[in-house]
């Protein structure tokens, strides 16, 4: 079942710089999916549109089949199925401390205290952030307020996270904490949706990729399917993930082939290279 859609979708901004140009983009209800891109894609325009925040200038938004309107009740009922991350957590966080600033979500959706308390509780465990409740979080290191934003948006449980460079400015075990965590909630039935352009870890998580440049999907298909088209992801100023480009290197330049495929982790790459010699 689609979950979200994005339907012939342009969007100007008021300066008239066009973010957006005739986007289409469909998200099954149980996908992992990474949209990748350089800087000034288009990617933070795209992910806005997901649950309202940006109104397209042409095309439409669908969330459950459903065409996205923009009175303020359509808005809260998508809000609730639809979280967005921000890329920058100083647009999210606001509240004096960590744990109202997780609560808000959840006591404005009319969850009782005790709920509540459950949810920051369970949310902070989750991000690695326990033992911050009392903080403001402007007084949090960058990776830190990253992993409090996660946090809210998690306590609220939405059918869709869509988070935008979840992992930019965490240190590699942050990094991979958090990933693992979509991960385990992807396979507890969660959408998941992450822009990026870490080419070295979306194919450890991601199973379908979306490659966006100058504000047009110029790519998609499984990992192997988009980084099979090394062209393509170079003229987006993108690379191979660094073990694909070694691999690569050994078939180039030292005609020492060891697959059909490259491999794009250091999983697979040391699958093939074991096949390979023995
Ligand atoms: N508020 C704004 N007003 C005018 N132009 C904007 C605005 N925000 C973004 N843009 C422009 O829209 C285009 C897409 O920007 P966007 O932030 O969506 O890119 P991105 O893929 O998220 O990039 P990054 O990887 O740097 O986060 C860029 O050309 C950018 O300069
Ligand atoms: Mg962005």
Do not use: C, W
């Not at 999916?33 to 997901?50: E, V």
């Not at 979306?202 to 100058?214: E, G, L, M, R």
């Amino acid at each position: 079942m689609r979950i979200i859609e994005a339907k012939d979708i342009i969007y100007e901004y008021p300066d008239g710089t066009k973010a957006l140009d005739n986007i289409n983009f469909q998200v099954e209800k149980g996908d992992i999916i990474a949209l990748l891109g350089p800087n000034g894609a288009g990617k933070s325009t795209l992910f806005l549109h997901f649950n309202g925040i940006l109104e397209p200038s042409q095309g439409k938004i669908f969330v459950d089949n459903e065409e996205l309107k923009y009175d303020k009740n359509s808005l809260i009922k998508v809000r609730q199925k639809v979280g967005i991350v921000f890329q920058n957590p100083d647009d999210q966080l606001f509240a004096p401390t960590v744990e109202e600033d997780i609560a808000f979500g959840p006591l404005n959706i009319g969850l009782s205290q005790e709920e509540t308390k459950k949810r920051v509780e369970d949310s902070l465990t989750k991000v690695g952030m326990e033992g911050y409740e009392k903080k403001p979080p402007h007084h949090l290191s960058g990776g830190q307020k990253k992993r409090i934003a996660i946090a809210g948006i998690l306590a609220m449980n939405p059918e869709v996270m869509v988070l935008d460079e979840p992992t930019s400015g965490l240190d590699p075990k942050g990094a991979s904490k958090i990933l693992k965590l979509l991960y385990d909630l992807n396979n507890e039935g969660m959408t998941i949706i992450i822009s990026t352009h870490d080419v070295d870890l979306v194919p450890i998580y991601a199973k379908k990729i979306s490659v966006i440049n100058k504000g047009k999907i110029i790519k998609q298909g499984t990992p192997h399917e988009v980084f099979d088209d090394v062209e393509t992801i170079r003229s987006a100023n993108l690379r191979l993930p660094r073990i694909a480009h070694l691999i690569e290197i050994l078939d180039k330049e030292d005609h020492f082939k060891i697959a059909n495929h490259y491999p794009l982790t250091i999983g697979e790459a040391r699958k093939d290279i074991l096949d390979h010699i023995q």
